[in-house]
C-alpha cells in the first residue's frame, strides 16, 4: 500500500506540490474546509490549571476534562493534548529538572489510551504543524456570585474578571506560561463565566469556535460530570502509574517493607480493563501507610490540622490497634518535623 501510494504521489500535478491555502497552515483556523473534510478533522483539547495546585488536584481535574472530551466524541473526532508537568509549589529538588515533563514520566499512556484519545504535547507540536494554540478561554466564575439556594448550571462569554496572564507580542500573538514551552503561542483569548459540570463547555467548542486547537485555562473551575459514576471511575482507573515507577516502587517495598503483591493480595494486571477484583479480597502490607500533610497544608486548615505531637500519638494508636510495627511517612514536615517522629520504627523513600 505504501508503495502504491508513493507512486500515485509521483504522478501527481506539478500543482499538487504547492504550499496550502493559508487557513490550513499552522495556527490558522480550519474553518474554510469543506463540510465533509471539516467532519474528518482532528481537534486538539488542551487545559491547564492555576499555578499553585498540586499534582493530586491536577488529576482529578483530569478526570473532569476526560468527561467533556466524551461528550466531544460524539459528535466530532477530538483528542485530549496532555497538559506538561512542571513549576509545581511541593517540588522543591532545585537539582532536578522541573519543566516540560511528559506524562510518561508519571502515567502509563497507553493506559490512558484506552478511556479516553490522548497525546503528549510534543506530539500535539508535531500534528498540529507549529506552536500555536488558536483559541483559549480562561474559565472564571460568574462577577455577580450565585444566589444561595438557587444554583444553575450556566456558561457565558463575559468579560475578564482577573488580569489575565497573557500578553501580546509584536506580532499580535498571546504569550504565556505554556507549561515552560516559550516557543508557544496563542491566536485568541477571551473569558468564559462557567456555573457547572465539565460538559456544560461543549456546545462553546462545538458551535462558538471553529479552532482546531483549544485551551481551557483555570479548568479547576470546572465540576464533575458525575462524581463517583461509571465514567468517573473507568477515568480513575486508566491512571496507572507508569512501569518505571512501579518497578522502583516495588523493589522498596520488598526490600524495606515485606511488601510484595502477592503477600499482600493486590495482584496486578497491565490492562487496567481486564482486572476484576472482588472487594475485600485485598489483604494489605504489613505496615501502616501515612501521609502526614504539613507546610502549606496548615496555613489553610490551622484549626482542622492536629499539631506534629498530635499527629504522632494518632500514629501510635493506629499501630497498637493494627498490630503493627513498621511506618512508611510521606510528609513535607520540616527536619524539626522529622526528628519528632524519628521515635517511631520508620521508613521513608529518599
Known amino acids: 500500500l505504501l508503495l502504491l501510494g508513493l507512486a500515485a504521489l509521483a504522478f501527481l500535478p506539478a500543482a499538487a506540490a504547492q504550499p496550502p491555502p493559508a487557513a490550513l497552515r499552522a495556527g490558522h483556523a480550519a474553518s474554510s474546509l469543506p463540510a465533509a473534510a471539516a467532519a474528518l478533522r482532528t481537534r486538539y483539547l488542551l487545559y491547564d490549571v492555576n499555578p499553585p495546585e498540586g499534582f493530586n488536584l491536577r488529576r ?18 477530538w483528542v485530549l493534548v496532555l497538559p506538561p508537568w512542571g513549576r509545581l509549589y511541593h ?23 484506552r478511556n479516553i484519545p490522548v497525546i503528549e504535547y510534543e506530539q500535539f507540536l508535531a500534528e498540529s504543524g507549529g506552536p500555536f494554540i ?11 456570585g450565585w444566589k444561595e439556594g438557587t444554583w ?21 500573538y498571546y504569550r504565556g506560561w505554556f507549561w515552560g514551552y516559550e516557543e ?14 465539565a460538559s456544560i463547555v461543549a456546545p462553546i467548542l462545538l458551535k462558538n469556535t471553529s479552532a482546531q486547537s483549544v485551551m481551557l485555562d483555570r479548568a479547576e473551575n470546572l465540576l464533575h460530570d458525575h462524581y463517583g459514576g461509571k465514567d468517573y471511575w473507568n477515568t480513575r482507573r486508566s491512571m496507572v502509574f507508569a512501569k518505571h515507577l512501579r518497578v522502583v516502587g516495588d523493589e522498596f517495598r520488598n526490600k524495606y517493607l515485606q511488601s510484595t503483591d502477592e503477600a499482600d493480595r493486590t495482584h496486578y494486571k497491565e490492562d487496567w480493563t481486564q482486572m476484576k477484583v472482588k472487594m475485600g479480597t485485598a489483604l494489605g502490607g504489613p505496615y501502616l501507610g501515612v501521609h502526614l500533610r504539613r507546610r502549606d497544608f496548615i496555613w489553610g486548615h490551622r484549626e482542622d490540622v492536629p499539631s506534629l505531637q498530635g499527629a504522632v500519638k494518632k500514629i501510635r494508636s493506629l499501630l497498637e490497634m493494627h498490630k503493627l510495627e513498621k511506618v512508611f511517612v510521606a510528609t513535607d514536615a520540616v527536619e524539626e518535623g522529622r526528628q519528632l517522629i524519628v521515635s517511631l520504627e520508620l521508613v521513608t523513600f529518599d
Open 60 to 77: 482529578d481535574v483530569y478526570i473532569r476534562i476526560a468527561s467533556l472530551l466524551k461528550t466531544l466524541l460524539k459528535s466530532e473526532n
Open 91 to 113: 517540588w522543591q529538588s532545585p537539582d532536578i529538572l522541573q519543566v516540560r515533563i511528559p506524562w510518561s514520566e508519571f502515567f502509563n499512556i497507553p493506559s490512558l489510551n
Open 134 to 144: 488558536e483559541q483559549i478561554y480562561v474559565l472564571q466564575g460568574y462577577a455577580e
Open 152 to 172: 444553575e448550571e450556566k456558561i457565558d462569554e463575559r468579560p475578564c474578571i482577573d488580569q489575565l496572564m497573557y500578553s501580546k507580542d509584536k506580532h499580535e
Open 184 to 197: 508557544t503561542r496563542g491566536l485568541n483569548v477571551s473569558c468564559l463565566s462557567v456555573q457547572g459540570s
